[in-house]
């Protein structure tokens, strides 16, 4: 996908002022790992150093309402899917932000396995099929194999979690996701250990991807990006598989995708059909393409420019051409309390 400068950002592409009348503001964050379950020894060493902090948050977690799925629109899913939305369990919201409305979320989108332009997705993944679909599990696992999509998601507790997602072009939203910890899903394959690593892949279908037919590409096809065991691991990790309480539309990434929320949302793969369990760093899209602009890690920073832009503030969606509606970045996006840990003596410079 081409990555743009905040300058080379169209008229077309900027949010209408009509679309900030649909705000709702949501409960500020009391705590996280309160639906953080009991894992394996080896899950329990990745968080045990934030423990204390966390079981704080615990204590005066808050309940918070569903989000309301009124006006949302149902897109193509199996029944069975469908039927477990409204039973989906609700996460202390992380953030005190409005949310951006759905029509924001849903028609503004870099998913460039349909087109470079940020209209493009909504235009043309409405064909994507993705019932029937299957998702490959290899590398250093006990259950390796190929799963359909019911067996991927059926064993899982759907959750609700406020996210905010931050893209590397220095914009930014505020996403009702549904889905399920990502960790949960790797446990259920038993990982070796071996497994240092996780790679994802996008779909890779020229027949239902128009923008894979795109002439002079750099992008080396299918998308992949990678995340450390421990960054898998962290509770914070999601697979996600809906948005605004109904079926994860096509152009979001459906059927489920990854969600990341401290990272540039690049690194949060969209339409998986396998993950790979490695020993080694795994190649990805961006790193390989740019690897002078983007890093493996790609941690949301403000310290940490862009060689072509700053990365101190963000355009918050919606926003018009004379109303930007600019935010302060935060370090990890806000999430620092959760996952700074993992990069404990690191460079964030060095290793961006």
Known sequence: ????????????????????????????????????????????????????????SVAKAKPVSLVSTEGVKQYPAPEWLKEKFPGR????????????????????????????????PAKHAGSLITDPWSVIIDGAVEKPGTYTLEDILKPHDFEERIYRLRCVEAWSMVVPWVGFQL?????????????????????????????????????????????????????????????????MPPQNG??????????????????????TLVDKEPPTTWNKSAPNEYGFYSNVNPNVS??????????RLPSSLFNPNYVETQLFNGYAEQVAHLYKGMDLAKYY
């Open 1 to 56: 996908m081409l990555i743009k400068k905040p300058s080379d950002i169209k008229s077309y592409e900027i949010t209408p002022e009509s679309a900030y009348f649909n705000r709702r503001q949501f409960m500020k964050r009391l705590g996280q790992a309160a639906m953080l379950t009991a894992g394996s020894g080896w899950l329990t060493a990745c968080v045990e150093e934030n423990g204390s902090a966390q079981a704080q």
């Open 89 to 120: 369990k609700v996460w202390p919201s992380s953030t005190d932000e409005a949310l951006t409305p759905y029509q924001d979320i849903t028609r503004y989108n870099n998913f460039y396995e349909f087109g470079t332009k940020k209209g493009d």
């Open 183 to 247: 960790g949960d899903l790797l446990k259920r394959f038993n990982p070796t250990s071996k497994a240092k690593y996780v790679a994802f892949t996008t779909l890779n279908d020229p027949e239902q991807m128009p923008g894979l037919k795109l002439p002079f590409s750099s992008i080396e096809w299918p998308y992949v990006e990678g995340l450390r065991i421990d960054e898998a691991m962290n509770p914070l990790a999601f697979i996600g598989v809906g948005l605004y309480g109904k079926a």
């Open 254 to 275: 459906a059927p489920l995708r990854l969600v990341v929320p401290w990272k540039y949302g690049f690194k949060s793969i969209k339409s998986i059909v396998k993950i």
């Open 306 to 315: 862009h060689p072509r832009w700053s990365q101190k503030r963000e355009r």
